[in-house]
């Protein structure tokens, strides 16, 4: 089947601290992966996203690598910042426009 | 576009009671799904529909019905609410040969 497992939170960094929210998976075929980021009172929305073995997905700072051998796509930021701070969720997308969602991780990042 | 809405933004209801979350995309997408957020659990699929008139079940369909007469709507209805219904609700959309699920805001509903 399909599932996604990534780390329990919730994670507490200080500014300009390194991120990595660790994401690993379990598909059949060739799935997606994506994270996505869910601001307080807000729904989800699209961070990055890779769709085939050893793509690279990049935004604001965060990047995460698609690792078949592995089953992983980690998420990680060089240099965190308090507007950072939310919910990140990774996922996968299998045949059939079907989403896999892990159960979230709570980051803050304080001053 | 306003992308995907939902109404309303919260909602409190006694048990027993019925109810229509309203979803509505603009992006002509053809593939449109509920979730239900709840703490530790993540999201997890109620309904989904690849397009109108086609509607099928997700990982935790009891207590909810969905119908799709147009490509733009996709109400998720309670038929007599649970206190176990209490949780956040987002609608979603995929565009076909796209691969990126764009949520509404949500709509928060407590059962009392």
């Known amino acids: 089947g399909n599932s996604v497992t990534q780390m329990e939170g919730p994670v507490t960094l200080s500014e300009e601290a390194f991120l990595t929210i660790n994401c690993t998976y379990t598909?059949?075929?060739?799935?997606?992966l994506f994270w996505y980021v869910q601001y307080p009172g807000e729904g989800l929305q699209l961070l990055l996203k890779?769709?085939?073995?050893?793509d690279k997905g990049s935004n604001k700072g965060f990047e995460a690598t698609y690792r078949k051998e592995t089953t992983s796509f980690h998420l990680e930021k060089g240099s965190v910042q308090v507007s950072d701070s939310a919910v990140y969720f990774c996922?996968?997308?299998?045949?059939?426009?079907?989403?896999?969602f892990g159960t979230g991780t709570s980051l803050t990042v304080i001053p | 576009n306003a992308g995907v809405t939902q109404t309303p933004k919260f909602q409190v209801l006694k048990t027993g009671q019925s109810m229509t979350l309203q979803c509505a995309q603009d992006m002509n997408h053809e593939y449109m799904s509920w979730y239900r957020q709840d703490p530790g659990m993540g999201l997890r699929l109620i309904h989904y529909?690849?397009?109108?008139?086609?509607?099928d079940q997700g990982e935790v369909p009891n207590g909810y019905n969905v119908s799709r007469s147009t490509t733009e709507d996709f109400p998720l209805r309670l038929l007599s609410a649970a206190p176990s219904q209490t949780s956040v609700y987002f609608c979603?959309?995929?565009?076909?040969?796209?691969?990126?699920?764009?949520f509404g805001p949500g709509t928060r509903l407590t059962v009392l």
């Open positions: 529909s690849v397009g109108a008139g086609i509607t």
């Open positions: 598909a059949t075929g060739y799935p997606s």
């Open positions: 979603a959309s995929i565009h076909p040969g796209a691969d990126t699920q764009y």
């Open positions: 996922a996968l997308m299998n045949t059939g426009n079907q989403f896999y």
């Open positions: 890779a769709t085939k073995a050893d």
